[in-house]
């Protein structure tokens, strides 16, 4: 029995009950290709639920403000993903006729939809013989084959979509690359994968060298960067507070914040009080206290966020504020949500 058999076999008796498995709108499983980049499914199924309730169809979404569009994915992170699936849905609305393209080549050209997006919408709605490669793709097939090239460098790259086109089921494609996917999430898993029970083990290359826990093999490229946020939240007497939005190309760009200090360590109240003593953008105040006695660590991909948060209470009527009962109206990094929801003026 070949390997993409023994694959869909396999995905025949195991396959999760997925909502997206059970259409072929290609709006439907962009929309969860693109939910589910980073994110497990556990993770992602509500807020796929929640987008296609919200916006029912591309034309929808396309229609949508972007704020609307960031507050629905708020939480999920990387939010360059929400922005670019806001101008895909205007592009296919407008420039398509709301009708998603159909192949391989006029996918991958939309924004936002890589090699494996486009595979996968291709392969999934058009039965097109695409193979998709993610990592959990990467995994299978780099433990039953003994592939020891690290699958993020450019040589890895081009050899496992190569490898992955030599092996997957062009006959039935959709299951096929549905089930490779699948195979890699449940049972061949990255941590503890199930190789007693596996139907490939016995000729799974990994299983017979020892090596199932060393592959695959990744090139380390990420230095993570320590920055050192001041989150400097004013309260005035009416409980309005100030939110700023954030601007240009950095970490969560459109998304609301309370005023910001930078600093290139952790900073003591006396060294803060420094730092935002006439600069403009916040009022005179009465008080500033810390509000978190340790420091919270948000870690993203490549940056480490040390953060504290400072109440500043202030006589000041602030004009232009917003009123605190309406912050939960904007969307904001998930860091700052969960400062929200723990605050209590």
């Given at each position: 029995?070949s390997?993409?058999?023994?694959?869909?076999?396999?995905?025949?008796?195991?396959?999760?009950?997925?909502?997206?498995?059970?259409?072929?709108?290609?709006?439907?499983?962009?929309?969860?290709?693109?939910?589910?980049q980073?994110?497990?499914?556990?993770q992602?199924?509500?807020?796929?639920?929640?987008?296609?309730?919200?916006f029912?169809?591309?034309?929808?979404?396309?229609?949508?403000?972007?704020?609307?569009?960031?507050?629905?994915?708020?939480g999920l992170?990387?939010?360059?993903?929400?922005?670019?699936?806001?101008?895909?849905?205007?592009?296919?609305?407008?420039?398509?006729?709301?009708?998603?393209?159909?192949?391989?080549?006029?996918?991958?050209?939309?924004?936002?939809?890589?090699?494996?997006?486009?595979?996968?919408?291709?392969?999934?709605?058009?039965?097109?013989?695409?193979?998709?490669?993610?990592?959990?793709?990467?995994?299978?097939?780099?433990?039953?084959?003994?592939?020891?090239?690290?699958?993020?460098?450019?040589?890895?790259?081009?050899?496992?979509?190569?490898?992955?086109?030599?092996?997957?089921?062009?006959g039935?494609?959709?299951?096929?690359?549905?089930?490779?996917?699948?195979?890699?999430?449940?049972?061949?898993?990255?941590?503890?994968?199930?190789?007693?029970?596996?139907?490939?083990?016995?000729?799974?290359?990994?299983?017979?060298?020892?090596?199932?826990?060393?592959?695959?093999?990744?090139?380390?490229?990420?230095?993570?960067?320590?920055?050192?946020?001041?989150?400097?939240?004013?309260?005035?007497?009416?409980?309005?507070?100030?939110?700023?939005?954030?601007?240009?190309?950095?970490?969560?760009?459109?998304?609301?914040?309370?005023?910001?200090?930078?600093?290139?360590?952790?900073?003591?109240?006396?060294e803060?009080?420094?730092?935002?003593?006439?600069?403009?953008?916040?009022?005179?105040?009465?008080?500033?206290?810390?509000?978190?006695?340790?420091?919270?660590?948000?870690?993203?991909?490549?940056?480490?966020?040390?953060?504290?948060?400072?109440?500043?209470?202030?006589?000041?009527?602030?004009?232009?504020?917003?009123?605190?009962?309406?912050?939960?109206?904007?969307?904001?990094?998930?860091?700052?949500?969960?400062?929200?929801?723990?605050?209590?003026?």
């Amino acid at each position: 029995m070949s390997f993409a058999q023994k694959i869909l076999n396999w995905y025949h008796e195991n396959q999760r009950d997925l909502p997206w498995r059970r259409t072929r709108d290609p709006y439907k499983v962009w929309l969860s290709e693109i939910i589910l980049q980073q994110t497990r499914v556990v993770q992602g199924m509500p807020y796929y639920l929640r987008f296609v309730d919200a916006f029912p169809t591309v034309q929808d979404l396309a229609k949508a403000p972007e704020e609307q569009v960031l507050k629905l994915w708020q939480g999920l992170g990387y939010y360059s993903r929400a922005r670019n699936l806001h101008a895909t849905a205007k592009i296919v609305a407008n420039n398509f006729d709301g009708q998603f393209p159909n192949t391989y080549k006029e996918l991958k050209s939309l924004k936002g939809v890589g090699d494996y997006t486009a595979s996968a919408i291709a392969s999934f709605c058009f039965d097109a013989p695409e193979p998709v490669v993610d990592g959990n793709v990467y995994r299978v097939l780099s433990r039953y084959f003994g592939v020891d090239i690290p699958i993020n460098s450019t040589k890895g790259i081009k050899y496992f979509k190569e490898l992955a086109r030599e092996v997957m089921d062009s006959g039935n494609i959709r299951d096929y690359n549905q089930g490779i996917m699948e195979f890699g999430a449940v049972q061949c898993a990255p941590k503890k994968p199930y190789c007693l029970l596996c139907p490939l083990q016995e000729s799974c290359v990994a299983v017979k060298d020892g090596k199932v826990s060393e592959l695959p093999l990744k090139l380390n490229k990420t230095k993570v960067k320590n920055r050192y946020f001041n989150y400097v939240i004013p309260i005035d007497p009416e409980n309005n507070t100030i939110l700023e939005q954030r601007t240009g190309k950095g970490i969560w760009q459109n998304l609301y914040q309370f005023p910001l200090v930078e600093s290139d360590k952790n900073l003591k109240a006396e060294e803060l009080k420094l730092l935002i003593q006439g600069n403009g953008q916040l009022p005179e105040y009465e008080s500033l206290s810390l509000y978190n006695n340790e420091t919270i660590v948000h870690k993203l991909s490549h940056q480490h966020l040390h953060t504290k948060f400072w109440i500043l209470k202030t006589s000041y009527i602030l004009e232009e504020g917003t009123p605190w009962k309406k912050i939960g109206d904007f969307p904001v990094p998930v860091l700052i949500a969960d400062f929200i929801k723990t605050f209590k003026i």
